[in-house]
Nanobody, 124 residues
Framework: QVQLVESGGGLVQAGGSLRLSCAAS????????MGWFRQAPGKEREFVAA????????VYADYVKGRFTISRDKAKNTVDLQMNSLKPEDTAVYYC?????????????????WGQGTQVTVSS
């Protein structure tokens, strides 16, 4: 059974940094796309970043580009999201997800497996 567990969320002041981690188990994900999404209260889940089966294939949402960096360790089945220069509008629950397709998608419905999420709160 596939399981994704996120960690690293918390409360940080604007301009600060956080590093989220996601550990995947119950499968081999080296050929799959792994992504991060977020959902703020009253809003739809939105794409943040994703990394394809070749680690050089990374995609970012415009609103995090230049501030967030996604990376993965295929040997450990983990994917991290380094978040710098955080803004209050980055406040949300952040979810890790796996898409069994090799091409990188920004669409939540493309992802087959999801974690439970970790809260990130950025104070002004």
């Amino acid at each position: 059974q596939v399981q994704l567990v996120e960690s690293g969320g918390g409360l940080v002041q604007a301009g600060g940094s956080l590093r989220l981690s996601c550990a995947a188990s119950g499968g081999t994900f080296s050929m799959d796309t792994m992504g991060w999404f977020r959902q703020a209260p009253g809003k739809e889940r939105e794409f943040v970043a994703a990394i394809g089966w070749t680690n050089s294939n990374t995609v970012y949402a415009d609103y995090v580009k230049g501030r967030f960096t996604i990376s993965r360790d295929k040997a450990k089945n983990t994917v991290d999201l380094q978040m710098n220069s955080l803004k209050p509008e980055d406040t949300a629950v952040y979810y890790c997800a796996v898409d069994l397709a090799r091409w990188v998608s920004r669409i939540p419905a493309s992802y087959e497996y999801w974690g439970q999420g970790t809260q990130v709160t950025v104070s002004s």
